[in-house]
């Protein structure tokens, strides 16, 4: 349904913008937008709607608000390169998305691209060993201090492994994560706390997931002196703690010494400490959040930027974990076996040839750049959020940026544990129809927030500052932010 293709359809949306209490000018402006911007979409949208029916899709960038129905499509792509993507109408979009942060150093790097075509002459080998995987393994190691490294597909997978490895080591189920952190969609972590009868509880994020597999998962606040008291409690039944260093749900938290704390508590008490690092990862620092806060956990989870956009995922740290892969380290020509217990560990396409050629490439390049690449890149990105912030504040508008190396989005409050994630209200509205504002203006964000990558331009940064205050004005003339 478009909004004017019948007078009839256009009564019905009018008639929800005006029962949602839409004023005449918000509504006038509404539909106009909308029009507008379905015009310029307009392969996007068809494709959407064609799709729909076959494709079950809970890809959404914003949530659905019946006002902004007519918006909600995906942009549909068809090339890339550097910083920018292109959709099927041919309109640019400078991509602040990155693939969930996993193209660092940008869209189709000429030296990923050319290891990728390089393995794919040769062929894709699954089940024998590539050819490139010890040097990756170095690589690796080599970065980020790590004793021994295993590859699976996805950080999903990562956080099942680690959290099997370190249950397999311990003998012990109960696993401490934190509230707001996000470790993939293994059910074994999508656990949340609630408050019932005064005791805190852990209950399903969400239906489908049997409350057996998050009965072993304690979630804690994050940063939360509390929180390490009751881990030092319940130190001798925990067989991991596992965090996000810094949560891309809130990227604001940054607690290095509750970090370096929970560290000598878990040390002491023998617990597995698990570093997702599937953001932090070579993006802080080349070596990840480890070394950004002087932190060495014993296993240590990477993925996204590793693989140059191709799907990988790295579990690594203590050999005294990794052993339980594969029993550990032993030799030729001696009695030496492998000696540790192990568990399972598998997946069809772990240590795929071409995302391993592509992780070479990536990490040769982080490797030769050192650490003044990721340096650079993440004093852009605070000097961005700070242009940003200045202007916000300029305008009196209610939005507060915050970085953490070149991830970038809203500075995020504590919320309780039962406090709902998002409450709606008409400035949800406005947050939602300013991401398609500077949709429509050739900027395409991941949520309120994304990432920066090393192919970012100046000139890119200017356009995205630009398009913000070309949005702003226009949401202003709207209707929908008071005139200054
Ligand atoms: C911190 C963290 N852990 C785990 C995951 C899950 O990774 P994947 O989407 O590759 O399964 C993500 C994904 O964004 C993540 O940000």
Redesign the pocket.
């Known amino acids: 349904m478009t909004i004017t293709t019948t007078p009839e359809k256009f009564i019905n949306i009018n008639t929800i913008l005006t029962e949602i209490g839409l004023t005449s000018r918000q509504r006038e402006y509404l539909v106009n937008f909308t029009n507008r911007y379905n015009k310029k979409t307009q392969k996007s949208k068809k494709q959407a709607q064609l799709n729909r029916q076959h494709i079950a899709d809970n890809k959404k960038m914003v949530e659905f608000q019946l006002p902004l129905k007519e918006l909600y499509y995906p942009i549909v792509t068809q090339q890339s390169s550097g910083s920018k993507i292109q959709d099927l109408d041919g309109n640019e979009y400078i991509d602040l998305v990155m693939g969930?942060?996993s193209n660092l150093l940008g869209h189709n790097p000429p030296f990923i691209k050319a290891a990728i075509i390089e393995q794919l002459e040769r062929g894709i080998q699954l089940g024998s060993q590539p050819q490139l995987i010890g040097e990756v393994a170095t690589l690796i190691k080599e970065l980020t201090g790590v004793e021994r490294v295993a590859f699976s597909?996805?950080?999903?997978?990562?956080?099942m492994t680690a959290i099997r490895l370190a249950r397999t080591i311990t003998e012990k189920n109960k696993i401490v994560i934190f509230a707001n952190?996000?470790?993939?969609?293994f059910d074994g972590t999508l656990g949340k706390a609630k408050i019932v009868d005064n005791l805190v509880q852990t209950k399903a994020i969400a239906s489908g997931i049997p409350t057996n597999y998050i009965k072993d998962i304690l979630v804690l606040k994050y940063g939360d002196e509390r929180a390490l008291n009751i881990i030092k409690q319940e130190a001798k039944n925990l067989a991991a703690v596992l965090v996000?260093p810094v949560?891309?749900r809130r990227p604001n938290l940054q607690p290095k010494a509750f970090l370096q704390e929970l560290r000598q508590i878990t040390q002491e008490a023998q617990i597995p400490l698990i570093f997702?690092?599937?953001?932090?990862g070579f993006r802080i620092h080349p070596g990840g959040a480890q070394a950004w806060f002087e932190v060495a956990a014993d296993i240590v989870?990477y993925?996204?930027i590793v693989g140059g956009g191709l799907?990988i995922?790295i579990i690594a740290g203590k050999a005294k974990y990794l052993d339980a892969i594969d029993g550990g380290m032993w030799h030729y020509g001696d009695l030496s076996s492998p000696q540790t217990k192990t568990t399972v560990f598998a997946g069809t396409y772990c240590k795929h040839p071409l995302a391993i050629a592509s992780a070479k490439a990536v990490l040769e390049h982080l490797k030769a750049q050192g650490a003044t690449l990721q340096q650079e890149l993440n004093q852009r990105t605070s000097q961005f959020v700070d242009t940003l912030n200045s202007y916000f504040t300029a305008e009196e508008l209610p939005i507060n940026l915050t970085s953490f190396g070149s991830l970038f989005g809203p500075y995020a409050e504590e919320k309780d544990f039962n406090e709902p994630s998002e409450k709606k209200s008409q400035l949800s509205l406005v947050f939602d129809l300013l991401y398609y504002h500077l949709l429509a203006k050739g900027v395409m964000l991941r949520g309120n927030g994304g990432f920066l990558s090393t192919a970012h331009t100046e000139a890119d940064l200017d356009r995205i500052v630009q398009a913000v205050k070309d949005s702003i004005s226009e949401l202003r003339q709207g209707g929908f932010l008071p005139f200054r």
């Open positions: 969930y942060g597909n996805t950080g999903t997978e990562a956080v952190s996000y470790h993939g969609h996000e949560q891309s997702d690092e599937m953001v932090t989870i993925g996204k799907p995922s």
